[in-house]
């Protein structure tokens, strides 16, 4: 894994000696992707100025140092990834064209001699695996940038009209922030996005002019006219809906067989390393599954990590350890203190170069930091949920639409008017008085506070409206902005094919959006700032095409979810360890801002200092933190969108 960076300079602004100071810079900004090594590559002729961070996890000699040019020299490449099966396509380069002349073993070396021979949009069909690069075309006069299939490995563009002639990228942004022509302007629809979900969604970025290039996808650069043109080599709502056609017609063992068989390859593939490599281990379905493929093709215990908490609710360390002892794996602990954890939130805003408000980033980050002392690349169970039915919200809004859909409008709205108006006391009083009738009432804390956020879903008229709704953390109605913009998550949701049920609805929404912008960014930031690579065998392709081709039924069935992953996974694990409530990978954080990191908080959201910026309606955030603070209300999850924004925001505009 590594990080890359560059430009584009269509006037020749800058002296040679210049453009390589710039290059160093913008590389040394993000040289935690790849402390092994560093290199420069420019192109006089042609303007073109490349940066790369070298992480060496396959051929850690010279010959697969970059940024590295083809055996014709016809290409030079900046990149970032791991082609898992490139063994397998230097086989066929050897069939197809009788290719054998190596210099290393190094999957760039692999990706180049590919592009030679294949072209570049062929060639990205064949690769397995995560990457983003940059390859200059000699013979073309072009720059490609391209992304793979997930959007695993990130690459920001910065566009031509924003820098007089200037066209920038880089694995972070962290990386553009270091070119002088640099510009960065708050881009208020991507801040509106960013509030409401608490990442910066799709191709958008949190800078005007900026944005990523997006999964799937690669852009050409034509250096005369700085245009910009875009190509899909592969789209994972046309795969779905595919393979979701061509439906796999073997029963449910026979599905497990082969879903296994799938996953046993994948897995090996992933654990080509020249370097030690490991596994997180959460106790959980997906890491579990993965560890346990892992460990059954190893002829030796593998390494498997977890953290600890002292807060019970939080701590999943005891399920993990008797799962490694099941499996029989090389396991490590990591006890997390309370300290440690809140040590790391002032570096978040480092960490993450663009604002990013998953609270289940801190631990993410303290297991990837633990699992560095022992090994540089670690396998992870990312990605089962969205694939394979695992989050409890597909049942829940199910569940819920089943019963909103029947109710009028006029009733729905005549309650909620009647709940809003209600105060946090009142309401108290008359769910107290009916936890009698329904005692499942006495299981919930904040009751009130629970019912007067749900109520808010009540009124939506369709299960798109409603899901989209249900995973925003802001709405208009809370007047967060000065000015409010239309939220596209439901514009997007109300594309894909009517042809597939509300569920499966939900779930390729999340793949295509949550999984690729808060999962995947999350993973690969807390990981990469330690120089960790991160490897997610559910993301290969053929797995979520074979995925798409089984009924909903194998993966969830009668409130069972995951079916399938579970049925594979009680081959090697005895089913008593795994039956229990699923946990999410998070940290009290509502109860820490107004406690240990209340001053940090009330300077954040400090009322002079949010007017004069001007981006959030500073009576709003204070309403919700005096609530928050007070106890009537759990805001947690709104106020840390906020939070993180205020820290990343003041770290880059007040150095």
């Known amino acids: 894994m590594c990080g890359i960076a560059g430009f584009l300079d269509q006037r020749n602004h800058f002296k040679k000696d210049v453009s390589i100071s710039i290059l160093k810079k913008m590389g040394s900004a993000i040289a935690f992707r790849g402390p092994d090594s560093c290199g420069t590559w420019t192109n006089a002729e042609h303007k073109i100025f490349f940066a790369h961070q070298r992480l060496a996890i396959l051929d850690l000699t010279k010959t697969g140092h970059q940024p590295m040019k083809s055996f014709t020299s016809r290409y030079c490449v900046t990149y970032n990834g791991e082609i898992y099966n490139h063994l397998e396509l230097r086989s066929s380069l050897k069939n197809d064209f009788q290719f054998n002349s190596w210099n290393g073993s190094s999957d760039t070396e692999t990706l180049l001699v590919l592009v030679e021979h294949y072209g570049l949009k062929k060639t990205l069909s064949k690769l397995q695996g995560m990457f983003a690069f940059a390859i200059w075309d000699e013979v073309e006069k072009k720059l490609f940038i391209c992304r793979d299939r997930f959007g695993e490995k990130p690459v920001y563009i910065s566009h031509p009209s924003n820098h007089e002639g200037f066209f920038i990228f880089g694995s972070e942004l962290s990386a553009l922030n270091e070119h002088p022509k640099f510009n960065p302007v708050i881009d208020r629809d991507a801040l509106n996005q960013y509030i409401q979900l608490g990442y910066v969604p799709?191709?958008?970025?949190?800078?005007?002019?900026?944005?990523?290039?997006?999964?799937?996808?690669?852009?050409?650069?034509?250096?005369?006219?700085?245009?910009?043109?875009?190509?899909?080599?592969?789209?994972?709502?046309?795969?779905?809906?595919?393979?979701?056609?061509?439906?796999?017609?073997?029963?449910?063992?026979?599905?497990?067989?082969?879903?296994?068989?799938?996953?046993?390859?994948?897995?090996?593939?992933?654990?080509?390393?020249?370097?030690?490599?490991?596994?997180?281990?959460?106790?959980?379905?997906?890491?579990?599954?993965?560890?346990?493929?892992?460990?059954?093709?190893?002829?030796?215990?593998?390494?498997?990590?977890?953290?600890?908490?002292?807060?019970?609710?939080?701590?999943?360390?005891?399920?993990?350890?008797?799962?490694?002892?099941?499996?029989?794996?090389?396991?490590?602990?990591?006890?997390?203190?309370?300290?440690?954890?809140?040590?790391?939130?002032?570096?978040?805003?480092?960490?993450?170069?663009?604002?990013?408000?998953?609270?289940?980033?801190?631990?993410?980050?303290?297991?990837?930091?633990?699992?560095?002392?022992?090994?540089?690349?670690?396998?992870?169970?990312?990605?089962?949920?969205?694939?394979?039915?695992?989050?409890?919200?597909?049942?829940i809004n199910q569940k819920l639409w089943n019963i909103v859909k029947f109710l009028p409008s006029s009733f729905v709205g005549l309650i909620s008017n009647k709940v809003e108006k209600m105060s946090l006391e009142q309401l108290n009083i008359y769910l107290n008085m009916l936890s009698k009738i329904v005692p499942t009432l006495l299981r919930f804390s904040r009751p009130a506070d629970k019912l007067k956020k749900g109520l808010k879903l009540l009124n939506n008229s369709s299960f798109n409206s409603l899901y989209v709704n249900s995973q925003n953390l802001?709405?208009?109605?809370?007047?967060?902005?000065?000015?409010?913009?239309?939220?596209?998550?439901?514009?997007?949701?109300?594309?894909?094919?009517?042809?597939?049920?509300?569920?499966?609805?939900?779930?390729?929404?999340?793949?295509?959006?949550?999984?690729?912008?808060?999962?995947?960014?999350?993973?690969?930031?807390?990981?990469?700032?330690?120089?960790?690579?991160?490897?997610?065998?559910?993301?290969?392709?053929?797995?979520?095409?074979?995925?798409?081709?089984?009924?909903?039924?194998?993966?969830?069935?009668?409130?069972?979810?995951?079916?399938?992953?579970?049925?594979?996974?009680?081959?090697?694990?005895?089913?008593?360890?795994?039956?229990?409530?699923?946990?999410?990978?998070?940290?009290?954080?509502?109860?820490?801002?107004?406690?240990?990191?209340?001053?940090?908080t009330e300077d954040l959201l400090n009322t002079d200092i949010i007017k004069a910026e001007g981006y959030f309606c500073p009576n709003t955030v204070q309403k919700f933190w005096k609530e928050h603070k007070k106890g009537d209300r759990n805001w947690q999850n709104q106020l840390w969108t906020i939070l993180m924004f205020q820290s990343w925001h003041r770290d880059l505009f007040n150095k």
């Open 202 to 395: 799709r191709s958008k970025c949190i800078f005007s002019g900026v944005s990523k290039v997006k999964p799937g996808t690669f852009i050409s650069i034509d250096p005369n006219n700085m245009e910009i043109k875009e190509f899909i080599y592969w789209d994972a709502s046309v795969e779905a809906m595919k393979s979701h056609q061509e439906k796999f017609h073997g029963s449910f063992q026979e599905a497990s067989d082969e879903l296994e068989s799938i996953l046993k390859k994948k897995v090996t593939n992933q654990m080509i390393s020249d370097v030690p490599l490991g596994s997180f281990l959460s106790g959980g379905i997906d890491s579990s599954l993965v560890t346990a493929i892992m460990q059954s093709v190893s002829s030796q215990p593998i390494q498997t990590f977890t953290i600890g908490f002292d807060e019970a609710e939080w701590d999943e360390s005891t399920h993990a350890a008797d799962v490694a002892k099941a499996i029989g794996t090389n396991h490590s602990e990591e006890r997390v203190t309370f300290n440690e954890a809140i040590s790391i939130i002032p570096r978040l805003s480092e960490i993450y170069s663009e604002p990013f408000a998953d609270a289940s980033q801190i631990p993410t980050h303290v297991v990837s930091r633990s699992a560095k002392k022992d090994v540089v690349v670690a396998l992870t169970g990312d990605a089962g949920d969205e694939i394979f039915c695992g989050y409890d919200r597909y049942q």
């Open 474 to 600: 802001w709405t208009s109605s809370d007047n967060i902005f000065i000015s409010d913009k239309l939220d596209e998550g439901l514009i997007k949701m109300n594309q894909l094919s009517k042809s597939l049920n509300n569920i499966e609805k939900a779930m390729l929404f999340d793949t295509l959006g949550y999984l690729t912008d808060d999962i995947l960014v999350k993973v690969d930031r807390a990981a990469m700032s330690v120089s960790l690579e991160t490897r997610a065998p559910f993301l290969d392709h053929e797995v979520f095409n074979f995925a798409w081709s089984l009924p909903l039924s194998y993966k969830l069935k009668s409130g069972n979810s995951k079916r399938i992953l579970k049925n594979i996974l009680y081959k090697y694990v005895d089913r008593s360890l795994l039956e229990r409530p699923k946990m999410g990978f998070g940290v009290p954080v509502g109860e820490w801002i107004k406690g240990p990191l209340l001053e940090w």
